[in-house]
T-cell receptor, first 116, second 111 residues
Framework: GAGVSQSPSNKVTEKGKDVELRCDPI?????LYWYRQRLGQGLEFLIY????????KSGLPSDRFSAERTGESVSTLTIQRTQQEDSAVYLC??????????????FGEGSWLTVV | GNSVTQMEGPVTLSEEAFLTINCTYT??????LFWYVQYPGEGLQLLLK?????DKGSNKGFEATYRKETTSFHLEKGSVQVSDSAVYFC??????????FGTGTLLAVQP
């Protein structure tokens, strides 16, 4: 596709429920990233995929958070037993490869998650 | 570890004023440096980048020069417009391959 696509764009869920957020990266991009942006704050790194492997998952805040990627394409971020502090915009991004620091990383519009 | 420190906002300017948003970094090796912009209600967009020392990135009248000696990448624009009102993020990407962001600076330009 033309850009990084994320779904749903908005999600309201009850505390304790599980949610899945989906990311379709730009075609041909082997590197994929998830970030979180809480209201009025900066971007927190969550996880980085190179192909289907995740060499860096250091930013996942707890074991309630997990992510997978298949076919070197689509990625899903899953949050189990959601808490109110999980409310944030979850941003997905992709780039041609993770091996060249000069490659531009392109961001999706984000999935706005509200936990009530 | 790698980190980015940028000027706290909000920055409020009148139209046609000169803009500087300071950004300094700490990194091992030779990272690439980026400025991203987030306009109200929109996603994060790349504004400009520089991949090696002394490179100047430029776009839409904005400029930033990669200064290794001062570990800085300050964003400048000679004459801001109301449409430049947004949040600006400085970021670096090094050997870990992930972007590390500053906290963001809100710019408000008044007519």
């Amino acid at each position: 596709g033309a850009g990084v696509s994320q779904s749903p764009s908005n999600k309201v869920t009850e505390k304790g429920k599980d949610v899945e957020l989906r990311c379709d990266p730009i075609s041909g991009h082997t590197a994929l990233y998830w970030y979180r942006q809480r209201l009025g704050q900066g971007l927190e790194f969550l996880i980085y995929f190179q192909g289907n492997s995740a060499p860096d998952k250091s930013g996942l805040p707890s074991d309630r958070f997990s992510a997978e990627r298949t076919g070197e394409s689509v990625s899903t971020l899953t949050i189990q037993r959601t808490q109110q502090e999980d409310s944030a915009v979850y941003l997905c991004a992709s780039s041609l490869t993770g091996g060249n620091a000069g490659n531009t990383i392109y961001f999706g519009e984000g999935s706005w998650l509200t936990v009530v | 570890g790698n980190s980015v420190t940028q000027m706290e906002g909000p920055v409020t300017l009148s139209e046609e004023a000169f803009l500087t948003i300071n950004c300094t970094y700490t990194a091992t090796g030779y990272p690439s440096l980026f400025w991203y912009v987030q306009y109200p209600g929109e996603g994060l967009q790349l504004l400009l980048k520089a991949t090696k020392a002394d490179d100047k990135g430029s776009n839409k009248g904005f400029e930033a020069t990669y200064r290794k000696e001062t570990t800085s990448f300050h964003l400048e624009k000679g004459s801001v417009q109301v449409s430049d009102s947004a949040v600006y993020f400085c970021a670096l990407r090094g050997a870990t391959n992930k972007l590390i962001f500053g906290t963001g600076t809100l710019l408000a330009v008044q007519p």
